[in-house]
C-alpha cells in the first residue's frame, strides 16, 4: 500500500494532536483531583485566620477572606490551651508505638511469609481477624486491664493498648511486601555467609523498607486520631494526645471556637504529610525495583 507524503504528514499530525490531546486531559484530570484533595486544607486554613463575623455570615465565600485575616485564633490555640502539651504526648506515644510495632510486626510477617509452616497460614488469619474486633467491644475490658497494671490516667496505657491496633495490619501489610520479595534474594546471602537473621537484616529489610514506611505512617496517624481508647484511659489535661485534649478545650457545650480547631487541624495534618512525602521517591522504587538479576 503506498502512501503520498502528504496524507502520512496528515496522519502524523492527527497522531500528535491525539497524544497532545490525552497528555492535556490526564493533566487536567490530575490538577482536579488535586484541588479535591486540596480543597478541605485551604478551606481550614482560611477559616483558622478568618474574624468571627466574617465565618458567622452565611453570604461569605467558605474560601475567601471576606473581611481581613486575623491571627487571634492561632494566637489563642498556642496560649491558652495546652496545644503543645497534646502535640508532645502525640508525638512521644506515636514514636514509640511506631518501634514497638516494627519491632513485633517485621519478624512476624517475615515469619508467616518465609518460613514454610503449616500453620502460617491460619495463623496470619487469626491476626488479621484481630484487627477486625471494634474498639467499642474492647475499651470496657482493656480499661478494667489497665486499671489492674496501675496505668489508668497515664499517657502510658495508650503505648500499651496502641500495638494491639497497629500490629495484626502491619504484619499483614508487611507480608504482601515480603511474599513479593523472591527467596534468591536472601539464600544468597546464606550462601555468601550470612545466617539466616543476617541475610534478613542485610538483604531483605532494605528491599521491603517502602512496607516499612508505609507501617509508621499508618502507626503514627492512628495513634494521632484514635478517640476511644484515649477519651477512656486517660483523663488528666496534661496527660492527653490531641484527638481529645484539642476538642475538650475547644468545644465546650454549645459554643464551638472554630477557627482554633481547624488551626490544630492543619497543625496536625501538615507535618504527617510533610514527613511522608520525603520518603515517596523511596516508597515508589520499591514497587518499580528489579529484585533478581540473572
Not at 512525602?277 to 522504587?285: M, P, R, S, T
Amino acid at each position: 500500500m503506498v502512501t503520498s507524503p502528504n496524507a502520512a504528514a496528515a496522519l502524523r499530525r492527527r497522531h500528535e494532536r491525539q497524544h497532545i490531546a490525552r497528555r492535556v486531559g490526564v493533566y487536567t484530570a490530575a490538577i482536579l483531583a488535586a484541588l479535591v484533595c486540596a480543597g478541605p486544607f485551604v478551606w481550614s486554613t482560611v477559616t483558622a485566620f478568618k474574624q468571627n463575623r466574617d465565618l458567622y455570615n452565611p453570604d461569605s465565600n467558605p474560601f475567601l477572606f471576606n473581611r481581613p485575616p486575623t491571627p487571634d485564633h492561632v494566637t489563642y490555640l498556642f496560649t491558652d490551651t495546652g496545644f503543645l502539651t497534646f502535640a508532645w504526648n502525640t508525638l512521644w506515644v506515636g514514636v514509640l508505638v511506631v518501634l514497638i510495632t516494627l519491632a513485633l510486626a517485621l519478624p512476624a510477617a517475615y515469619a508467616l511469609a518465609r518460613l514454610d509452616r503449616p500453620w502460617a497460614g491460619t495463623m496470619g488469619i487469626v491476626i488479621f481477624l484481630v484487627y477486625l474486633v471494634p474498639p467499642t467491644l474492647l475499651f470496657l475490658s482493656l480499661s478494667r486491664m489497665v486499671v489492674w497494671i496501675g496505668l489508668q490516667d497515664s499517657t502510658w496505657s495508650l503505648v500499651l493498648v496502641y500495638p494491639t491496633i497497629t500490629i495484626p495490619v502491619s504484619i499483614w501489610l508487611l507480608m504482601g511486601f515480603l511474599k513479593g520479595i523472591p527467596r534468591d534474594i536472601e539464600e544468597q546471602a546464606m550462601v555468601d555467609g550470612y545466617s539466616r537473621l543476617g541475610a534478613f537484616g542485610r538483604a531483605v529489610v532494605p528491599l521491603v523498607f517502602p512496607g516499612i514506611v508505609a507501617v509508621i505512617v499508618f502507626a503514627f496517624t492512628l495513634t494521632a486520631s484514635e478517640f476511644i481508647y484515649a477519651l477512656a484511659f486517660v483523663a488528666p489535661t496534661d496527660s492527653m494526645t490531641v484527638s481529645t485534649g484539642v476538642p475538650t478545650q475547644l468545644v465546650r457545650g454549645d459554643v464551638f471556637f472554630w477557627q482554633s480547631l481547624q488551626a490544630a487541624t492543619i497543625l496536625v495534618a501538615v507535618p504527617i504529610a510533610f514527613v511522608f512525602n520525603l520518603f515517596l521517591d523511596k516508597f515508589v522504587a520499591g514497587f518499580t525495583a528489579g529484585a533478581v538479576k540473572g
